[in-house]
């Protein structure tokens, strides 16, 4: 019998510190696969910059945000102001618990 998948996501936003960046998160939501989690959703650009090339952090802690349970890249190309992007992100965990799901900026130019 396969093991139901049951987890919440809890969306937060971090601005970025770098560059005072900031981007947003919505519709978030995750897939069990085996022994991997894919976790989707869309990224909001609020940092009123265009970026030809970014990479974004998506942080995984659990329920409280005090244990960093996972971290993975995320990157785009030409990431406009004001633009909203997919993602859809392998981690090798999976999660029994309610998790709290967090993007930051990384890198950029």
């Known amino acids: 019998m396969k093991r139901a998948f049951i987890a919440m996501v809890l969306i ?39 970026y030809k090339v970014i990479y974004l952090r998506l942080n995984v802690y659990d329920k409280y945000g005090n244990k960093l349970l996972a971290s993975e890249l995320v990157g785009f190309q030409n990431f406009m102001k004001g633009q909203t992007r997919t993602f859809s992100e392998l981690f090798h965990e999976t999660w029994k618990e309610t998790i709290k799901v967090e993007v930051e900026f990384s890198s950029g130019s």
């Open 12 to 50: 937060a936003v971090i601005c970025g510190v770098a560059f005072g960046a900031s981007f947003d998160l919505k519709n978030v939501s995750m897939k069990e696969k085996g022994q991997w989690t894919e976790i989707l959703g869309q990224v909001v650009n609020n940092s009123g910059k265009d």
